[in-house]
C-alpha cells in the first residue's frame, strides 16, 4: 500500500552495528505496528504503538527497540544487530477501533541481512 | 503461548485445480482475518469473518468461520497463476496472532 512507506527497502549491516528502519504512513491512522516475517514462521509482532505516547512490546521485542516520532512515523531500532535478525522487516498500520484486531495495512518491508 | 497454526505449508497445484488452507486455534477466536501476500509483495487484507458459521466469498474464493470460532478455511475453486502467493490467516485472540502460511504455486 503506497499510503505506508518503508526505507530503506534493502540493508545490509554487519555483525555489532545499530539499524534503524523506518515507517511512514499517510492514511491518518493512529495505530502502528512492527512485524518480522521468517520462513515458515509467518508474521511476528516486535512492537505496537496505539498513539504518540504510546509504546507496546510485541512477542518478540528483546534486541529491538522503537520511537513513535509523530502520529504518522514510527522507528525501528536494532541496538547491536546479530544474524539472526536477518529477516524481512513489515511496518503496519490499522484504523483507531474497538479492539486490537482491526485490519492492518502493511508497508513493502525491508529485507536485512546481518552478515 | 497463544498460537494460530496454519496448514499446509506449501500446495502446489495445476491451474484450474481447487486449493484449501486451514487455521486452526486451541482458543476461541474473536475474529479471523485472511490475508494474501504476492511473491516479493507485502500482506494484504482480503477478507474479515466475526460470526460463528460465517461464510463469504470472493469470486472463486470462498472463507469459511467455524462454529466454534476456533478454526477457519480459505478455498480456491479453480486456480488461476495469478492466485500465486503466501496466504495467511490472522487470529484475534486478544491480539492479532498470524499463521505461518501456506504458500501455493500454481503451474500452468
Known amino acids: 500500500d503506497a499510503d505506508v512507506t518503508q526505507t530503506p527497502r534493502n540493508r545490509i549491516t554487519k555483525t555489532g552495528k545499530r539499524i534503524m528502519l523506518e515507517c511512514s504512513q499517510t492514511k491518518g491512522h493512529d495505530r502502528m505496528y512492527w512485524y518480522r516475517q521468517d520462513p515458515g514462521l509467518g508474521l511476528r509482532l516486535i512492537y505496537y504503538s496505539f498513539d504518540v505516547k504510546d509504546i507496546n512490546k510485541g512477542e518478540i521485542s528483546d534486541g529491538y527497540s522503537v520511537s513513535r516520532q509523530a502520529q504518522a512515523k514510527f522507528s525501528l531500532s536494532l541496538e547491536s544487530a546479530i544474524p539472526n535478525q536477518t529477516a524481512l522487516y513489515f511496518c503496519?498500520?490499522?484504523?483507531?477501533?474497538?479492539?486490537?484486531?482491526?485490519?492492518?495495512?502493511f508497508g513493502p518491508g525491508t529485507r536485512l541481512t546481518v552478515l | 503461548g497463544q498460537q494460530v497454526m496454519q496448514i499446509p505449508q506449501y500446495q502446489h497445484v495445476q491451474e484450474g485445480e481447487d486449493f484449501t488452507t486451514y487455521c486452526n486455534s486451541s482458543t476461541t477466536l474473536s475474529n479471523i482475518q485472511w490475508y494474501k501476500q504476492r511473491p516479493g509483495g507485502h500482506p494484504v487484507f482480503l477478507i474479515q469473518?466475526?460470526?460463528?458459521?460465517e461464510v463469504k466469498k470472493q469470486k472463486r474464493l470462498t472463507f469459511q468461520f467455524g462454529e466454534a470460532k476456533k478454526n477457519s478455511s480459505l478455498h480456491i475453486t479453480a486456480t488461476q497463476t495469478t492466485d500465486v502467493g503466501t496466504y495467511f490467516c490472522a487470529g484475534g485472540l486478544g491480539k492479532l496472532i498470524f499463521g505461518q502460511g501456506t504458500e501455493l504455486s500454481v503451474k500452468p
Open positions: 503496519a498500520t490499522s484504523p483507531q477501533g474497538p479492539t486490537f484486531t482491526d485490519t492492518q495495512y
Open positions: 469473518l466475526v460470526k460463528s458459521g
